[in-house]
C-alpha cells in the first residue's frame, strides 16, 4: 500500500506552513520513490486520529511527528529508509542535539515571525491559513495555532510585538501625555506605527535570539553541503525546513528574513539552493488542493493528492467539536489524552498504540452520540413547548379535607 503523508497545507510558496511537516515532506522525498508514496494537505489534525500533522498512514498504521514517522520507516525498512544510517556514534549523537537545538531555537523564532507579530499575523499568516482551511476550522484554528505561539515563545520576552500588548503600552503613554501641554506632544500613532516603534525597541534583543540561531547553524555546517558527510540526515532536512520558513515569506515585519539575507548570506543562499532541490518550482495553493486544474501535470516533483472533502455530518460534528473543546470540564474528557509509550523496541508498539487509540476515540463517538442526543431532544422539546404542542402537566389542587375527631369531636362539638 502507498503510504499517505498528511501535513498543514501549502503557503508562502513552499508545500506546508509547518516547519516540521516541510521537514517530513523533505525526508520523504529524499528516501522513497516518487510512486510509494502520496502527499495529502489535509491542514485539519482532527481528521487524523492523533490529532496532530504531520501524519504518516500506513494501512490501518498512524505515526505523527517528525521524529516518529522517521523512526517508523527505519523499522519497517529495515534501516532502508533511513538517512542516518551511515553515521557513526559520534554523529548520531551530534545529529541528535543538532535536531533538539532547531526544534528549541527554531520554533520560537518563527512563532514570533508568524503569530505573535501582530502585523504579520493579521496581514499574511491569517490569509495563508484562510486559504487552505475550509469552514468551520478557518475560524477556530488559526486562533488556537496563535495561542499555541505564544505560549512557545513568551520565554523570549518579545510580548510586545503583540497589537494587544502594543495597545496596553499605548494606554499608559496617553496617561502620561494628559500631563504634557499639547504644543509639546508627539503626533498619535498608527497601530501599524506602534508595532513598527516597538520593532525597533525590541531590536537588539530579536538581533541576540536570531544571532544564537544562525551562528551555531553556519559553523556546524561549515563549507559542506551537508551537515554530516556528503549525504542528507534527518538534521538537513529540520534544517531546511526551519530555514525555509525564515527566508520565504514576504512579511511586513521582516526582521528574520532580513537577517538571514544580510548577515548570513552564505547559510541564505545555501538554503535557497537546497529548498529548491527538495520541493521544487513554487506550489499552487489552488491546485493542489483540486480547486482548478493542473494536479497530474509532469513538472510536479512531489506526488501530491487532493484530500477529501468533508460530508456534511463531519462539518456538524466539527462545528460541535468547536463548541465542547474550550469547556473546562467536558473539554478536556472530550479530548484525545496521550496514549503511551511502548517500551518494546519491533513494529508491534505501534499496532499497540493503535489499539488504545482506537479505544480512545471509541469513548469520544459516545460523548459526541450522547451530547448531539440530549441537543436534538432538548431543542425539540423547547420549539413543542414554544409551538404550544408540549405542555407541562398541572397539579389540580382538590378541596380540603375535614378533619374527623370520632365520637370525641361530636362530644364536644367539633366536626
Given at each position: 500500500?502507498?503510504?499517505?503523508?498528511?501535513?498543514?497545507?501549502?503557503?508562502?510558496?513552499?508545500?506546508?506552513?509547518?516547519?516540521?511537516?516541510?521537514?517530513?515532506?523533505?525526508?520523504?522525498?529524499?528516501?522513497?520513490?516518487?510512486?510509494?508514496?502520496?502527499?495529502?494537505?489535509?491542514?485539519?489534525?482532527?481528521?487524523?486520529?492523533?490529532?496532530?500533522?504531520?501524519?504518516?498512514?500506513?494501512?490501518?498504521?498512524?505515526?505523527?511527528?517528525?521524529?516518529?514517522?522517521?523512526?517508523?520507516?527505519?523499522?519497517?525498512?529495515?534501516?532502508?529508509?533511513?538517512?542516518?544510517?551511515?553515521?557513526?556514534?559520534?554523529?548520531?549523537?551530534?545529529?541528535?542535539?543538532?535536531?533538539?537545538?532547531?526544534?528549541?531555537?527554531?520554533?520560537?523564532?518563527?512563532?514570533?515571525?508568524?503569530?505573535?507579530?501582530?502585523?504579520?499575523y493579521l496581514n499574511?499568516?491569517?490569509?495563508?491559513?484562510?486559504?487552505?482551511?475550509?469552514?468551520?476550522?478557518?475560524?477556530?484554528?488559526?486562533?488556537?495555532?496563535?495561542?499555541?505561539?505564544?505560549?512557545?515563545?513568551?520565554?523570549?520576552?518579545?510580548?510586545?510585538?503583540?497589537?494587544?500588548?502594543?495597545?496596553?503600552?499605548?494606554?499608559?503613554?496617553?496617561?502620561?501625555?494628559?500631563?504634557?501641554?499639547?504644543?509639546?506632544?508627539?503626533?498619535?500613532?498608527?497601530v501599524s506605527g506602534?508595532?513598527?516603534?516597538?520593532?525597533?525597541?525590541?531590536?537588539?534583543?530579536?538581533?541576540?535570539?536570531?544571532?544564537?540561531?544562525?551562528?551555531?547553524?553556519?559553523?556546524?555546517?561549515?563549507?559542506?553541503?551537508?551537515?554530516?558527510?556528503?549525504?542528507?540526515?534527518?538534521?538537513?532536512?529540520?534544517?531546511?525546513?526551519?530555514?525555509?520558513?525564515?527566508?520565504?515569506?514576504?512579511?511586513?515585519?521582516?526582521?528574520?528574513?532580513?537577517?538571514?539575507?544580510?548577515?548570513?548570506?552564505?547559510?541564505?543562499?545555501?538554503?535557497?539552493?537546497?529548498?529548491?532541490?527538495?520541493?521544487?518550482?513554487?506550489?499552487?495553493?489552488?491546485?493542489?488542493?483540486?480547486?482548478?486544474?493542473?494536479?497530474?501535470?509532469?513538472?510536479?516533483?512531489?506526488?501530491?493528492?487532493?484530500?477529501?472533502?468533508?460530508?456534511?455530518?463531519?462539518?456538524?460534528?466539527?462545528?460541535?467539536?468547536?463548541?465542547?473543546?474550550?469547556?473546562?470540564?467536558?473539554?478536556?474528557?472530550?479530548?484525545?489524552?496521550?496514549?503511551?509509550?511502548?517500551?518494546?523496541?519491533?513494529?508491534?508498539?505501534?499496532?499497540?498504540?493503535?489499539?488504545?487509540?482506537?479505544?480512545?476515540?471509541?469513548?469520544?463517538?459516545?460523548?459526541?452520540?450522547?451530547l448531539a442526543s440530549?441537543?436534538?431532544?432538548?431543542?425539540?422539546?423547547?420549539?413543542?413547548?414554544?409551538?404550544?404542542?408540549?405542555?407541562?402537566?398541572?397539579?389540580?389542587?382538590?378541596?380540603?379535607?375535614?378533619?374527623?375527631?370520632?365520637?370525641?369531636?361530636?362530644?364536644?362539638?367539633?366536626?
Amino acid at each position: 500500500m502507498v503510504l499517505e503523508l498528511h501535513i498543514w497545507g501549502p503557503a508562502f510558496d513552499l508545500p506546508s506552513i509547518d516547519a516540521q511537516c516541510l521537514a517530513a515532506v523533505c525526508y520523504l522525498r529524499t528516501c522513497l520513490p516518487s510512486d510509494g508514496w502520496s502527499l495529502i494537505p489535509s491542514s485539519d489534525p482532527t481528521r487524523t486520529p492523533l490529532g496532530e500533522l504531520p501524519a504518516l498512514r500506513d494501512g490501518g498504521t498512524w505515526v505523527a511527528g517528525f521524529n516518529n514517522i522517521v523512526a517508523y520507516l527505519r523499522d519497517i525498512s529495515n534501516g532502508e529508509w533511513d538517512l542516518d544510517k551511515d553515521l557513526d556514534e559520534n554523529q548520531r549523537a551530534d545529529r541528535a542535539a543538532l535536531s533538539s537545538f532547531l526544534d528549541s531555537r527554531g520554533q520560537p523564532l518563527l512563532d514570533l515571525s508568524l503569530y505573535v507579530s501582530s502585523d504579520n499575523y493579521l496581514n499574511s499568516t491569517r490569509q495563508a491559513l484562510g486559504a487552505i482551511l475550509s469552514w468551520p476550522s478557518s475560524w477556530t484554528i488559526p486562533h488556537q495555532l496563535r495561542a499555541k505561539a505564544k505560549k512557545r515563545s513568551e520565554h523570549l520576552g518579545l510580548g510586545s510585538l503583540d497589537v494587544d500588548t502594543a495597545q496596553e503600552d499605548k494606554g499608559e503613554d496617553a496617561v502620561l501625555t494628559a500631563h504634557i501641554p499639547k504644543s509639546l506632544r508627539k503626533p498619535k500613532q498608527t497601530v501599524s506605527g506602534l508595532l513598527g516603534r516597538n520593532v525597533q525597541k525590541n531590536k537588539f534583543r530579536l538581533d541576540g535570539i536570531t544571532s544564537d540561531f544562525f551562528e551555531p547553524l553556519l559553523e556546524a555546517l561549515e563549507d559542506e553541503d551537508c551537515f554530516f558527510g556528503e549525504e542528507d540526515s534527518s538534521a538537513d532536512c529540520l534544517a531546511i525546513a526551519y530555514l525555509a520558513l525564515m527566508q520565504n515569506p514576504e512579511l511586513p515585519q521582516g526582521w528574520l528574513k532580513d537577517t538571514l539575507r544580510n548577515k548570513y548570506p552564505k547559510m541564505n543562499h545555501w538554503n535557497r539552493t537546497r529548498v529548491e532541490e527538495a520541493f521544487g518550482p513554487s506550489v499552487d495553493v489552488d491546485m493542489v488542493l483540486g480547486r482548478k486544474d493542473g494536479l497530474t501535470s509532469e513538472k510536479l516533483v512531489l506526488p501530491w493528492r487532493i484530500p477529501e472533502k468533508r460530508t456534511l455530518p463531519q462539518t456538524l460534528q466539527a462545528v460541535l467539536e468547536s463548541c465542547i473543546e474550550p469547556l473546562p470540564v467536558l473539554g478536556s474528557w472530550y479530548a484525545i489524552s496521550d496514549v503511551g509509550r511502548e517500551q518494546s523496541g519491533n513494529i508491534d508498539r505501534y499496532h499497540t498504540k493503535q489499539v488504545r487509540l482506537a479505544r480512545l476515540h471509541r469513548r469520544r463517538e459516545i460523548y459526541f452520540q450522547v451530547l448531539a442526543s440530549t441537543c436534538a431532544v432538548t431543542g425539540l422539546a423547547g420549539w413543542m413547548l414554544y409551538k404550544g404542542m408540549l405542555k407541562f402537566p398541572h397539579r389540580v389542587l382538590g378541596a380540603p379535607k375535614s378533619r374527623s375527631f370520632g365520637q370525641a369531636g361530636a362530644l364536644f362539638g367539633l366536626m
